[in-house]
């Protein structure tokens, strides 16, 4: 923006009065301090005598406790708790041709460094990684090597010879006024030369150099011949340079290939320009290295940081001050709004001008200042370079110079944003939600917003954007008709940056910040710890970049990134650099919510607003440090075991812990580690989770079976953009999920099944066989059932025969008799003989119903039949008793053989049925005659032999009985009815029960004889 004569007038003067240049700080220092470790803080003792960067980016420290990595945060020792070591003091740290680092100890074993770890040789067969390696491992008459300056081993040992590592595994060998240059026992070149000190030669950018401390000449040796060098750059402005004064020390890196002149408190690193000559930059100045006791220093370009060691301190890092400030400090360091007043100049609110040349004092613009109370939120410079500035319900105009108030305006309510856009209009925002604008001197009403307004942006194509305290409006350019931003209702808006129309950057006090193409709008991811909720403003670069203030730093994100996620959010990772106070800020709290909340200079560098001063950034510069490096897996840990293989880890199915230990060198903000896990198992779908702080995962139970640990890192801006490290973890299968169990189980399924299904054919079997007892039981049953029931109706058969046989005749005999007793008168005689004839009758009928009824009760009892002792001779005596009145009157004499005390193991009342019914049959059929009764016995058996002299049996009633005893069941018997009477079936029937046997013998008309043979 051009100003008027009149500016350029009262800055010329303000400058002639203040801007005093101290020659020392046009090389002001570079680096800030950042951190001081020791043993307190991870080192294994103070003093860290070499300091290197190995190949993956580590940086890696000799010391008296051996070599140490170190990733940015933590420390990994190496020494003899985890190496095969006797001695861990490290005497030597030297790389080889291929870069490889190397370290021996005292006791001359060989400790290599290489792809995050150490590990030792200590086998002298064992190849040397180079020449120097031979020499130092192979004294030859006082040979010392040098291992960098200043050299520990200075005054401490016999120095004949000095021995300067070259290139291409050369050794220059500095003797007594030679230098001879030597590869393997071959001497290449020698050349003689003097010199004071031989620790002041070293081996720079592929060529050996000596510099002559006293007088100051540097000297390089081209083929061995000594050239004089010049040395250019800041410490030529050191007033001690090139005096009398001048004691220059060297501080070489013989491991890093680095070189670094230290001059009056200050240093500075040393670079060697294409003419040989030596350039210097100033790295850090008013720092005393002797009282720190350093003697290692190591400058990493990439991270921009500085590693010095000291012999009894530690470790000291510096960082490069990527930023700077101006307009800080004093007593209202707080700087809010900012608009351009000359060549990197700015103007504030509070009537100050401030020189981003932070060597020159701020100026007071009276004018402004007699009119700024506390306001700092607004200022405004419209086409005409007049200064505009608002406090409360009053709006300022002053001229070009900021000398002089040209109009005043009063306003019915609070003023709350000014904006002068690219058609001379002046935009006036107020509280109520009233919007106005000024162009000429002519008050415009324009329209009203239910909210209050702030802030106010115009685009290119006209596009009035209007923010609130409640959400985003725009009105399309020649409208009065505002229309809202869906999305954003309810949220307060803090900046609004219009690149284009398709391209609107919002930001908000608590909800993030945005992008709106015109038709949809963006909401962006936040960072972890939700820093981005609150944005301040939103600054593009020309180079790619979106820078973001807030309350806690500053973060820079890629613009195609941010454009990317817009069109595809599920897709896209964002990665966002974050810039903290070490990086060159007075505060972490960046301001906004006012306008302009930045400004870009005339020399591109962009000017924040901050709690301390205005921050300033060179987006044209490099300005960061992205965590790129690979990730190194340190340590895997199974219950106290530690493993070698980190590619596949066997484990145990009850393993306690698995610890998985990893790094990545970063050296920039910790906040930048963007690190996440993910245990796959099953190839289900990838979770992810952020690593912890200390970069250790722990596993306490994992499943059998193999998975897969992912551990990835955000490297930087770009899509996909990540660092993998995968781990295969194998754990194995518990007892019951192996093969040999799962056959096991198999086969004990299928036994199982057999015993179930030959348990089940066996009670099958079984219940068959049960089932056919039972069946043959019931049929037994059944058959006896149906026997019994066939003697049943056998004896039915049999009672009604014997009824109709035995009793239906004699009663009718008795019913005949009775008649002619009744109906004829007889004589006395013949009545008595009636009578007689009746009674005999009466006399058999009662018996036989007697024996019939006992007959009937032992059928009912079925084949049970209850045995007792019997005496014979008295069962014959009683039934002999009964029939002796009627064979007396038949002229029949009874006689009775049975011996006396024959005793007979049988039932009584069936045995005196059988004695009773052949007694009575013997009397019935004995007229005249004699009727015996014997008995014999013959072994186990007893006869017993009824015998009469009477009629006899008709022939066809001897063949029935003989037949008929024949039978052992009477159920196989022939002969359903009883054609002979009931008293010899029944006799027939018993002798059964009695399992006796009958035997007849009869002639017709002599008599019969029956025999009854049973068990005594």
């Known amino acids: 923006m051009k100003k008027s004569p009149q500016s350029y007038l009262v800055i010329l003067t303000y400058l002639l009065l203040l801007c005093q240049v101290n020659p020392l ?14 043993d307190e803080n991870g080192l294994p003792q103070n003093s860290v005598k070499f300091i290197a960067p190995g190949k993956n980016g580590y940086i890696w420290m000799g010391t008296e406790n051996g070599v140490v990595r170190f990733d940015g945060k933590y420390f990994r020792i190496f020494n003899t708790v985890n190496l095969k070591l006797q001695s861990a003091r490290i005497n030597y740290l030297f790389s080889d041709q291929s870069l490889q680092l190397h370290a021996i100890t005292e006791d001359e074993a060989v400790i290599d460094i290489g792809d995050g770890t150490a590990t030792t040789r200590y086998w002298p067969w064992l190849t040397p990684a180079s020449l120097l390696e031979h020499f130092l491992l192979n004294d030859r008459n006082n040979a010392f090597a040098a291992s960098g300056l200043p050299n520990y081993f200075k005054g401490l040992v016999p120095l004949t010879e000095y021995l300067v590592p070259g290139n291409a595994d050369t050794i220059y060998a500095i003797a007594r006024n030679t230098i001879t240059l030597q590869k393997g026992q071959h001497i290449l070149e020698q050349v003689e030369f003097k010199y004071t000190d031989r620790l002041s030669f070293f081996f720079f950018e592929k060529e050996l150099f000596y510099l002559d401390t006293c007088s100051g000449t540097l000297f390089g040796f081209d083929h061995l011949k000594p050239v004089p060098r010049q040395v250019t750059g800041d410490i030529t402005t050191n007033k001690y340079w090139n005096t009398y004064r001048n004691k220059l020390q060297l501080y070489w890196n013989a491991a890093a290939g680095q070189l670094f002149f230290y001059l009056d408190n200050a240093l500075y690193q040393v670079t060697q320009l294409p003419n040989g000559s030596f350039h210097t930059t100033l790295l850090l100045a008013g720092i005393d290295l002797k009282l720190m006791d350093i003697g290692s220093i190591y400058y990493n370009p990439t991270a921009a940081r500085l590693f010095m060691g000291s012999r009894r ?34 103007l504030t609110p509070a009537g100050n001008i401030h020189f981003a040349d932070t060597t020159r004092k701020s100026i007071p613009m009276p004018a402004l200042k007699n009119i700024f109370v506390s306001d700092k939120y607004n200022l405004e410079i419209d086409h005409r370079h007049h200064i505009w500035y608002k406090k409360d319900t009053r709006l300022y105009e002053l001229d070009s110079a900021c000398s002089s108030i040209l109009n005043a305006y009063t306003f019915p309510s609070f003023i709350t944003y000014i904006y002068a856009d690219q058609h001379e209009r002046l935009w006036i925002g107020k509280g109520n939600g009233e919007l106005l604008y000024l162009k000429d001197g002519i008050l415009h009403p324009y329209l009203q917003l239910p909210d209050r307004i702030a802030p106010l942006v115009m685009g290119k194509d006209g596009t009035l954007w209007i923010g609130t305290v409640k959400g985003l409006w725009y009105c399309p350019a020649g409208s009065r008709h505002a229309i809202r931003v869906p999305g954003l209702e309810n949220k307060p808006i803090k900046s609004i940056k219009a690149v284009n129309t ?53 973060f820079q994100a890629s613009k195609q990134d941010l454009l990317d996620y817009a069109r595809w959010p599920e897709k896209y990772h964002l990665f966002y650099l974050y810039y903290a106070r070490e990086s060159g800020f007075n505060t972490n709290e960046f301001n906004g919510g006012c306008g302009p909340c930045s400004l870009t200079l005339e020399d591109g560098r962009i000017s924040l607003p901050s709690m301390n001063g205005f921050v300033l950034l060179s987006p044209q510069q490099k300005l960061y440090d ?40 970063y050296y920039g903000n910790d906040y930048n580690l963007q690190m996440e896990y993910a245990l796959v198992t099953d190839y289900k779908d990838t979770a992810w989770l952020s690593v912890p702080d200390n970069h250790i995962l722990a596993f306490s139970a994992l499943p059998s079976g193999p998975h897969a640990l992912l551990i990835r890192k955000l490297n930087g801006f770009g899509y996909g953009n990540y660092a993998y490290r995968n781990l295969v973890i194998m754990v194995a299968p518990a007892y019951y999920e192996t093969a040999w169990f799962k056959i096991l189980l198999v086969n004990l ?41 066939r003697e049943q109706m056998l004896m039915q058969e049999k009672l009604v025969a014997a009824i109709s046989h035995d009793i239906k005749t004699p009663m009718r005999y008795l019913l005949y008799g009775a008649e002619r007793m009744i109906d004829k008168e007889l004589a006395a005689d013949q009545m008595k003989e009636e009578a007689g004839i009746i009674y005999d009758t009466s006399y058999r009928m009662y018996f036989l119903l007697d024996n019939l009824i006992s007959y009937i009760k032992t059928n009912l009892k079925g084949s049970t039949v209850d045995m007792e002792q019997i005496d014979l001779l008295y069962l014959v005596e009683e039934k002999i008793a009964i029939f002796a009145p009627i064979a007396t009157t038949k002229q029949t004499t009874i006689h009775n053989e049975i011996p006396i005390g024959m005793l007979v193991r049988s039932n009584l009342m069936i045995l005196g049925i059988i004695i009773h019914n052949l007694l009575d049959n ?24 009824i015998s009469d002299t009477g009629d006899g049996f008709q022939p066809e009633v001897l063949a029935w009985l003989q037949r008929e005893a024949g039978l052992e069941d009477a159920s196989l018997s022939a002969t359903k009815l009883i054609p002979y009477g009931i008293g010899l079936a029944m006799v027939l029937e018993l002798i059964r029960l009695l399992k006796g046997q009958l035997y007849v013998q009869s002639i017709p008309g002599k008599g019969a004889s029956l025999t009854i043979s049973i068990a005594i």
């Open 313 to 346: 301190y530690g470790l000291y890092t510096y960082t490069k001050k990527i930023f700077s400030t101006f307009a800080h400090g004093g007593a209202d360091p707080v700087q809010y709004a900012q608009v351009h007043y000359g060549p990197n100049t700015v």
């Open 749 to 789: 399924g299928l036994l199982l099944i057999f015993l179930y299904f030959s348990l089940r054919m066996y009670f099958l079997k079984k219940r068959n066989i049960e089932l056919d007892q039972y069946a043959q039981t019931r049929t037994r049953e059944l058959a006896a059932s149906e026997s019994k029931l």
């Open 25 to 38: 700080c046009a090389q002001s220092p570079a680096m800030l301090p950042e951190k001081h470790y020791t």
């Open 626 to 665: 992205l965590p790129g490096k690979p990730l190194h897996l340190d340590a895997i840990t199974v219950d106290g075991k530690t493993y070698s293989d980190y590619d596949t880890v066997w484990l145990q199915h009850q393993f306690k812990q698995l610890t998985v230990e990893f790094s990545t060198p």
């Open 922 to 945: 013997a009397v019935k059929h004995t007229v005249d005659g004699d009727i015996r009764l014997a008995a014999t016995t013959r072994g186990q058996r007893v006869h017993i032999t």
């Open 502 to 554: 398709n391209e609107i950057w919002i930001s908000t006090y608590g909800f993030g910040f945005y992008l709106f193409d015109g038709h949809r709008l963006t909401t962006f991811p936040l960072d972890k710890q939700n820093f981005l909720s609150v944005v301040h403003c939103v600054v593009p670069d020309e180079y790619g970049y979106i820078w973001l203030t807030t309350n806690k730093g500053l």
